[in-house]
DNA sequence: CTTCTTGTTACTGA
DNA sequence: ATCAGTAACAAGAA
């Protein structure tokens, strides 16, 4: 599940990868994960060359050098990029076989760089190095706009955190205006972008705040606590890469290992690494909620 | 078989 | 008009 930190990673890599190479090549294997024909999209891709990768919210955007055209790139849950250079194969995505599965993990060179079950497009450029779009369940998309629709779609993001728009006078505003849970705020990218399932239940945890409290509820002192968890534990996420839950893998087909760091994601059942008491899983805001009631209040 | 998984949006009702 | 809550979407795991 790709959040701010997964989807940092896989831009900053594949900016270092990609950029200013012709693309000679656009292969649509499954025309659905694209929001325009692929006609359109060869027409307007073959030839080009991406020059610079931006981040709005879990929303990738590609800026092509020719016709004011930009490429925009969805993960949702399960999406995933992996770049393949010429020689070296560094093969992500979902494996094939446990031994796959193995390389993948270990980043080890894989002798299967090819097209898999999932691979939905596949970039080629003039290096012969190759881009792989890859996503399970066809939630993903990528989709080709110019600057004034990419503009109306950016406009919807809520305060992007690590950026100086990121002000905690905004940020408790937007709480006190909301009586809905404080993990359906965080949750909602038109308030602030990025936050997803597993950074809200752990910035909650460290920020020592039920996920089910009204957001309108919560007091100063307490968002101010939430405010610099969210800045820090995105920080520290990507430090580490991201992390890896089920299908996340960066553009070299590594997991993150945030995973390791991970607080109450995922350990319901497990004994709280702050004062042992049992984690607990319910459903808040629609989703899978992992929390501390000793350390959460 | 049923239930669960998640990012986002469509829909419903207040 | 705005907000809140729920279901839906896909496809697999358990």
């Not at 990029?81 to 979902?94: E, L, P």
């Not at 950074?199 to 007091?219: C, H, Q, W």
């Not at 997991?255 to 994601?265: A, E, N, Q, R, T």
């Amino acid at each position: 599940m790709p959040e701010l930190p997964e989807v940092e990673t896989i831009k900053n890599d594949l900016a270092q990868a990609i950029l200013n190479k012709k693309i000679v090549s656009v292969k649509v294997n499954k025309k659905n994960i694209l929001r325009k024909s692929v006609r359109y999209f060869k027409n307007k891709l073959i030839g080009n060359k991406f020059i610079k990768i931006n981040r709005r919210g879990k929303l990738m955007y590609f800026s092509l050098r020719k016709d004011d055209l930009f490429l925009l790139a969805h993960l949702k849950m399960t999406g995933q990029f992996i770049y393949c250079n010429k020689d070296k194969f560094i093969v992500g995505g979902h494996a094939n076989s446990k031994k796959e599965e193995e390389q993948i993990l270990h980043g080890q060179v894989a002798d299967f760089c090819q097209v898999g079950k999932y691979t939905r497009v596949i970039f080629e450029f003039s290096d012969k190095s190759k881009l792989f779009f890859n996503d399970l369940r066809l939630f993903a998309y990528l989709d080709l706009v110019n600057k004034k629709s990419l503009d109306e779609i950016l406009d919807k993001f809520g305060i992007e955190p690590l950026t100086a728009n990121f002000k905690f006078k905004d940020f408790f505003n937007i709480l006190q205006n909301r009586k809905t849970s404080i993990k359906a705020v965080l949750l909602n990218q038109q308030l602030i972008a990025d936050i997803g399932n597993i950074y809200a239940d752990e910035t909650l945890f460290m920020a020592g705040i039920l996920p089910n409290r009204p957001a309108n509820k919560v007091s100063s002192k307490e968002a101010r606590k939430l405010f610099l968890a969210i800045e820090g534990i995105l920080k520290k996420a990507i430090k580490y890469r991201g992390t890896t839950f089920s299908d996340y893998v960066d553009s070299k087909g590594k997991k993150g290992s945030f995973v390791k760091l991970l607080k109450v994601y995922g350990r319901q059942g497990q004994k709280c690494l702050k004062c042992k008491n049992i984690i607990e899983k319910t459903k808040t805001a629609n989703r899978g909620t992992h929390f501390c009631s000793s350390c959460q209040k």
